[in-house]
């Protein structure tokens, strides 16, 4: 998930071209909020995505915030609309972004404070299986930065899954 900078109608344009790039890829692009000035962009794996949210206890935690989970493929379709609903950001966005599920439940039951840890989110469950996902981002981040600025094209650096 990412922000750009840009109005609605020109990044429509430009997502549209890089989905067509990523979709054999296995990978979709999808605007969550357009606030007037730029665009909160999520890129997912359809298949990763369905089979994160039927893990143990995901969809009633999601029943539980509106989602209609006999939905499929209209998540990310439910999840844009809580954005439109939650002045930040909804917090069970974590679960779409792969955070542990007591991660996302401590956010919420903490209001966001008195984590163990912050990296790529904060943390209230298991810091050392946490720093370790840090260090692996982080590194697969920097190879990905690296070779786009050596002129890699994306969807040749988008791996099939």
Known sequence: M?????????IHDQLHDLEMLLMPRGV??????FDGTGSL???YRPRKLEERLSEEGVPEFLADYGYDMTCGTGMVDQLTARFALCP???PEVGLFLDYPMEDVKGY?????RC??????WKVYGD????????????RCRDIYCRRFS????????????
């Not at 919420?108 to 966001?112: A, D, L, V």
């Not at 810091?127 to 981002?137: H, I, L």
């Open 127 to 138: 810091v050392e299986d946490a720093e370790k996902r840090f260090r692996s981002y982080k």
């Open 28 to 33: 979709r692009v999808s605007v969550l909020r």
């Open 2 to 10: 990412f922000r750009v900078e840009s109005d609605l109608h020109g």
């Open 150 to 161: 050596e002129g890699c094209c994306i969807s040749r650096l988008a791996i099939r899954a």
């Open 41 to 43: 962009i999520y890129v």
């Open 115 to 120: 984590c163990r840890c912050i990296g790529c």
């Open 88 to 90: 930040s950001m909804p």
């Open 108 to 112: 919420i039951e903490h209001s966001g």
